[in-house]
T-cell receptor, first 111, second 110 residues
Framework: KQEVTQIPAALSVPEGENLVLNCSFT??????LQWFRQDPGKGLTSLLL?????REQTSGRLNASLDKSSGRSTLYIAASQPGDSATYLC??????????FGTGTRLKVLA | DTAVSQTPKYLVTQMGNDKSIKCEQN?????MYWYKQDSKKFLKIMFS???????INETVPNRFSPKSPDKAHLNLHINSLELGDSAVYFC?????????FGPGTRLLVL
């Protein structure tokens, strides 16, 4: 049974810092992995999608890596801004349809 | 321009009532989903439909009944609402890789 864990559960950093969010999964036979952002009281915004055959994806200040053999993905945020404050969720695709979500990391970037 | 939309955005109702949440996607995707996010913000899949056919049905009480009148719509009907049904319900769609989520419906059962 796939289990997805995100560490840390909460993170508070000063503006401008580079930071790393971690996502671990127990079953390496994944289809893909997707990182989302959720603002308070809002829906999920897709940030990056990594296929199982890929090692990383980049979008702007965001870089997500995937290491299937070790069951890990990291989301790197460069030069963090207060607008980056949100909850970040990773979701592991175990098949075409099914996603298992992690518990999320609540990020607060202080001005 | 809204890709995945849900109505209503908020739903406050008494225990025992029956309510429906509607979802529509204009992305032309074949697959639609319902997820439940609990008070601890944990997201869990409830149902998945592909081309109007049910393909995933997690252990959800049969008080919850999804209905897909066409590929672009997946509605969720809930009978005899209970306090524990209070949560945020998200609709999503996909076509192959990646999922697109709706804004969520915040259900509060009193």
């Amino acid at each position: 049974k796939q289990e997805v864990t995100q560490i840390p559960a909460a993170l508070s950093v000063p503006e401008g810092e580079n930071l790393v969010l971690n996502c671990s999964f127990t079953d390496s036979a994944i289809y893909n992995l997707q990182w989302f952002r959720q603002d308070p009281g809002k829906g999920l915004t897709s940030l990056l999608l990594i296929q199982s055959s890929q090692r990383e994806q980049t979008s702007g200040r965001l870089n997500a890596s995937l290491d299937k053999s070790s069951g890990r993905s990291t989301l790197y945020i460069a030069a963090s801004q207060p607008g980056d404050s949100a909850t970040y969720l990773c979701a592991v695709g175990g098949g075409t349809y099914k996603y298992i979500f992690g518990t999320g990391t609540r990020l607060k970037v202080l001005a | 321009d809204t890709a995945v939309s849900q109505t209503p955005k908020y739903l406050v109702t008494q225990m025992g009532n029956d309510k429906s949440i509607k979802c529509e996607q204009n992305l032309g995707h074949d697959t639609m989903y319902w997820y439940k996010q609990d008070s601890k913000k944990f997201l869990k899949i409830m149902f998945s439909y592909n081309n109007k056919e049910l393909i995933i049905n997690e252990t959800v009480p049969n008080r919850f009944s999804p209905k897909s009148p066409d590929k672009a719509h997946l509605n969720l009907h809930i009978n005899s609402l209970e306090l524990g049904d209070s949560a945020v319900y998200f609709c999503a769609s996909s076509q192959g890789q990646g999922k697109y989520f709706g804004p969520g419906t915040r259900l509060l059962v009193l």
